[in-house]
Every structure is written in structure tokens, then in C-alpha cells.
T-cell receptor, first 114, second 113 residues
């Protein structure tokens, strides 16, 4: 069974640009969550989508947005990039229909802002 | 406020010995899940073990066991017979209703040969 796939693995952007990251969940998983990981702030929750609807949201500015498609694939978009957006962005999927099921993570997208 | 606390930023353990990584949590919800993840230097997060708030027995998965003390709100990870490949960051996490997850700040474990 294929795991969670994130593309691209690495990305370099400059300030002010925008970026779109993609996540394909494990087959059958309907929940996709996004996290930002930095050395200083640790792992921070961005948002979670379930059946194409945003179900949970963390405390990030509106520059961070996401969506989920009918096949459960998800995209995350960051507009007007800032230097502080440099981070590892992790996507995690789970079945989502029941509470307290483990999330399974992709390898992440490492975003560097110049 | 919902919160996960890992008080050990870094730990060393001798190969083949057991090690306990601490985790405390804070929630008023009666229903929650507790998880441990391993993150090697390559970056991927690997699910290790799960404990439900209503589970009576401590969870075990191979060399991993979760020491669940509900009254103390602690969910410590015990790794038996440490191996060099166990060197990594370890994260404790809690899930609440509707799949909302909270992660601790992590503990960096170094296994010495």
C-alpha cells in the first residue's frame, strides 16, 4: 500500500512569491492534515481537511490556505512568502471517520525562502 | 487549554539498555488518543504506538511500550533494548475529537554504542 506522497520534496522561492504544495494520502484515507515544522517553533498544526471540508484550523495567517479534492488529495498554498515561512511542511493522512486514529506522514516538502 | 509537554529536550542511552521518554498531557475531554512518533534525521515522521483514553491496558508494539498513567496524565514511551537506529527525535501527540492533533516539542534521543 503506497504511503503519503508529498510533492515537491524541495522548493526554493523568494519573498513575495506564492507556492503550492501537494499531498496524496494513503488510499482510503479521507482526512489530510498539514503541519509546519521549524527548529524554533517545533511542529505546528496548520489545518485539516475531511471530505473536501476544512474541519480544523490552527493559528496561521490567511496567507496559508488549503483545499481538498474529491479524491482526497490536498493542496496547500502560501501567498506573499516571507523569510519566516522557511520550514519543513508535513502532510499527514488518516481514515478520519472515527476519532483517535493515527496519522501517517509523508516525507515532507522542505521550503526555503531567499 | 489542550497541551502536550515533553520536558526532556535531549537524552542519551547506552545501546541495549532501556530508556523512558516522558510525556504529560492536559485535557478536560474524557475521550482522547495518545501517540508517539519517531522522526529520524531524514525527516519522515513514523508512527510508533497508540493508547486510547479508555484503554485499560498499556499499549505495546514490539520494543515500544506506552506507560499510561491516567490520573497523572502521563504517557511515557519506553524503548527496550535500545539500538543505534533508535537515535532520532521522538514526539508525543494527543488527538481530540474531530481528529485535532497536538504535538509536544520532542525529545532527541541519542543511542551510544
Amino acid at each position: 500500500k503506497a504511503g503519503v506522497t508529498q510533492t515537491p520534496r524541495y522548493l526554493i522561492k523568494t519573498r513575495g512569491q506564492q507556492v503550492t504544495l501537494s499531498c496524496s494520502p494513503i488510499s482510503g484515507h479521507r482526512s489530510v492534515s498539514w503541519y509546519q515544522q521549524t527548529p524554533g517553533q517545533g511542529l505546528q498544526f496548520l489545518f485539516e481537511y475531511f471530505s473536501e471540508t476544512q474541519r480544523n484550523k490552527g493559528n496561521f495567517p490567511g496567507r496559508f490556505s488549503g483545499r481538498q479534492f474529491s479524491n482526497s488529495r490536498s493542496e496547500m498554498n502560501v501567498s506573499t512568502l516571507e523569510l519566516g515561512d522557511s520550514a519543513l511542511y508535513l502532510c499527514a493522512s488518516s481514515l478520519g471517520g472515527q476519532a483517535h486514529q493515527p496519522q501517517h506522514f509523508g516525507d515532507g516538502t522542505r521550503l526555503s525562502i531567499l | 487549554a489542550q497541551k502536550i509537554t515533553q520536558t526532556q529536550p535531549g537524552m542519551f542511552v547506552q545501546e541495549k539498555e532501556a530508556v523512558t521518554l516522558d510525556c504529560t498531557y492536559d485535557t478536560s475531554d474524557p475521550s482522547y488518543g495518545l501517540f508517539w512518533y519517531k522522526q529520524p534525521s531524514s525527516g519522515e515522521m513514523i508512527f510508533l504506538i497508540y493508547q486510547g483514553s479508555y484503554d485499560q491496558q498499556n499499549a505495546t508494539e514490539g520494543r515500544y511500550s506506552l506507560n499510561f498513567q491516567k490520573a497523572r496524565k502521563s504517557a511515557n514511551l519506553v524503548i527496550s533494548a535500545s539500538q543505534l537506529g533508535d537515535s532520532a527525535m521522538y514526539f508525543c501527540a494527543m488527538s481530540l475529537n474531530f481528529n485535532k492533533f497536538y504535538f509536544g516539542s520532542g525529545t532527541k534521543l541519542n543511542v551510544k554504542p
